[in-house]
């Protein structure tokens, strides 16, 4: 028994068929394009409306509940507000809070709840920090720049409000982007609001979430959405005009080949119509696009119709494997897409695709 004991010690045992596989974990930074593209799922194009004119700007879904920070300067003298998501999808907001002094605002989307972008709550970035500067993520708004945190305890006022110990950063801000999230490269958390920049656009100045989110979390604590001010999600959409309807479409399409592009199945899945839906589970559709591992596409052209209807056409180069390959094989197609409004949002009716010579 001695000796069998000593064996079985020096001895490795070898198992055909494992069932435990040794897990090992990475210190290495997020990839960037991961990152921007889980992030613009949650950042938010703002317009609030009034009689005079339309203001533009950007935020981003910070909680469970739907609510979204931007800035004061974007929303305060807005008589409606309405936010346009990554998918094109348009809803109505109401004010949560509003700072007077500092440059900061919650704004609540009920059907945005649920997903949301994770903040940095507790750590100040330093000087030489890495981080992603994201602005509205839609049409001529979508912006996404890099850059460092260059300054720091900056303090100035700009049209009435006090912008006290922000950061400098050489991320370019724009006025689309106001409002949207400064995004920390190696964690992925939002670590400022982006709020200010110069004329050139060679420095921007974003709010330290640190310094703002006790004071926006108690705004939405005490906030009760039955009895906030929304507006109307229908008279917003019978307003648009055909331009910004073909816009739309293409943005939505747009979308879904990205999203195709990086995997995500069940993203991609989503912007499909109800009766595309029934006509293909999740599991048939994915399995479709599964041995996809690039896309490429080329600018798309549209066209509309005079029920909002939209048909969009598009060169796609797909690059794929399958399981009986070996070799990954490249093909073009001429893809055409339908687009038009369920339910007050814009959803893809139909794809084809058919095999073009290159």
Same mark, same amino acid.
């Given at each position: ?99 007077? $002094? ?17 903040? +940095? ?8 920090? +890495? ?90 604590? +005490? ?6 001010? /929304? ?9 648009? $005009? ?42 048939? /559709? ?26 969009? +056409? ?29 339910? $007050? ?14």
């Amino acid at each position: 028994m001695i000796f069998i004991y000593q064996k079985w010690q020096s001895e490795d045992m070898s198992i055909s068929n494992p069932v435990i596989n040794k897990v090992t974990t990475s210190n290495q930074d997020l990839d960037l394009k991961s990152i921007i593209h889980e992030a613009e799922k949650n950042v938010i194009q703002i317009e609030g409306q009034n009689e005079d004119s339309t203001i533009t700007g950007s935020g981003f879904v910070y909680n469970k509940s739907g609510d979204i920070i931007t800035n004061a300067h974007v929303i305060k003298d807005a008589d409606v507000i309405y936010v346009r998501t990554a998918n094109a999808q348009i809803y109505p907001a109401a004010v949560v809070g509003i700072g007077e $002094d500092t440059d900061i605002a919650v704004i609540r989307v009920p059907q945005l709840a649920g997903q949301y972008m994770e903040v +940095e709550k507790e750590s100040p970035s330093e000087i030489g920090d +890495e981080v992603i500067a994201l602005g509205s993520p839609h049409g001529f708004q979508n912006t996404v720049t890099l850059g460092i945190i260059s300054g720091k305890e900056r303090n100035f006022t700009v049209d009435g409000f006090n912008y006290n110990n922000v950061y400098q950063i050489s991320a370019q801000i724009t006025d689309g982007n106001s409002g949207g999230p400064l995004i920390d490269r190696k964690t992925g958390h939002v670590v400022g609001i982006n709020s200010v920049g110069t004329k050139d656009g060679t420095i921007g100045f974003s709010i330290p979430i640190t310094e703002v989110i006790d004071e926006m979390d108690q705004w939405s604590h +005490e906030a009760q959405t039955d009895k906030l001010d /929304f507006a109307s999600t229908s008279d917003i959409i019978s307003s648009k $005009d055909p331009d910004q309807i073909q816009e739309d479409a293409e943005y939505l399409v747009n979308y879904f080949l990205e999203s195709i592009e990086i995997r995500d199945y069940v993203n991609a899945y989503a912007l499909l119509s109800s009766e595309m839906q029934s006509k293909s589970s999740y599991a048939q /559709f994915r399995e479709g696009y599964i041995d996809f591992i690039n896309v490429k596409f080329s600018e798309l052209k549209s066209t509309i119709a005079d029920n909002n209807q939209v048909q969009i +056409e598009a060169s796609v180069t797909i690059e794929k494997r399958s399981k009986e390959e070996e070799k990954a094989s490249k093909t073009s197609y001429a893809y055409t897409f339908t687009t038009k409004y369920e339910n $007050d949002q814009i959803k893809i009716t139909s794809i084809t695709a058919t095999e073009t010579k290159e």
